[in-house]
């Protein structure tokens, strides 16, 4: 690679880092602020955590939408213009969520944020693959993911600086001053070879049409599952785990925060890995595993006080620390024709399971306990993401230059 063309990956790498670093800032304030927000709208008592899990739900399923939206775009428009569409939607649905006044209005605020946030790290992850080399494309994924992941620890900083609208606005504004970093950013090479072709890019039905990319799609899924768990239960509703466990004083904020310092050195980690041992299976099997054991720790060994606790939640996320690595391996499962749609889709049908998994975690709560009931939920998505990881396609130093013939 010539000199210019690394200056140029570099950037590209940079960019699609700090895209990703302003997608999780906003992704994660919604649970870092839940609490305070929910009282200065003037929800009380048990409406705390079922309005909150409400709204949590409202922006994962604007995500779910949003991830198929912004996934056919890339593959029919260009990787950089879903970099650009989807960074000015969140930036200002950022921006009016600090202006709401009622939770109706916050409710439909986060749809629309989730959609704008569901396009960043696909076509960011997408762009970076087609870019690098071969050999070297996990690390600038890997770089990506981890920048990306300590936008949760400067929005735990900022929310616990300043008032939850603040928070909001600053989101806002920073999405705002990135759109001014991506002038000059270029397209794939890859894309641009098939931009003019009659082939079927972009074609989202075409992942249910065959039976063995449908299959590699869901086991791209899948694998993912325990990771949102995590986030989107144990650390998100952290506060309430902590009072079942007889530990006071636990803060979601904190939890966020110190859960994301850990997956950022779990991206760290597991991407280096995956480059080291040149396998995505093998670190994302270990990973689950890792995974596996610290859930049943944080449920079940975790009320030695605040300091335990909260240590929990760093490892909980070095273990949680595959998503560098899952969001390249979906990338590398499919053609260029359908690259962007997978790698958009998968990270947000991932984020999207938080809804079922919240709803069978709230409906069980009730006959068997908060701590029984995120057990049981645990266990549902560990078995799908052995089973798929078992039986995932190794990728690394696969050729990305191809199309899927549909």
Known sequence: MQESGSKNVSIIVIVAALGYFVDIYDLILFSIVRISSLKSLGVTGDSLLSDGVMLLNMQMAGMLLGGIIWGILGDKR????????????????NILNG???DVTQYAVLRVIAGIGLAGELGAGITLVSEVMSKESRGYGTTIVASIGILGAVVAALVADMFEWRTAYYVGGGLGMLLLFLRIGVYESGMFKNIRKEEIGKGQFQHL???????????????????LWFVVGVLITFS?????????????????????YIGLAMGDLLSGYLSQYF??????????????HLLIIVYLFLNHFGTFYFYSVCVVLGISCGYWAVFVTNASEQFGTNLRATVTTTVPNFIRGTVV?????????KSPVGIIYS??????????????SAVRLEETYGKDLDYIEMI
């Open 239 to 259: 506060d309430a785990f902590g009072k079942a466990l007889g530990v006071e004083g636990i803060v979601p904020a904190k939890s966020v925060m110190f859960c």
């Open 99 to 101: 202006m709401v006044t």
């Open 374 to 387: 995120a057990a049981i939920v645990a266990g549902i998505s560990l078995i799908l993401a052995y089973i």
């Open 78 to 93: 260009g990787r950089i213009s879903v970099l650009f569409g989807s960074i000015i939607m969140y930036s200002i649905a």
């Open 356 to 364: 079922p998994l919240t709803l069978l975690f709230q409906y069980l």
């Open 208 to 226: 249910f049409t065959s039976w063995s990319r449908f299959t590699k799609y869901m086991k791209c899924i899948f694998i993912g599952a325990p």
């Open 278 to 291: 040149k396998s995505r299976k093998k670190i994302i099997i270990s990973f689950i595993i890792s995974t």
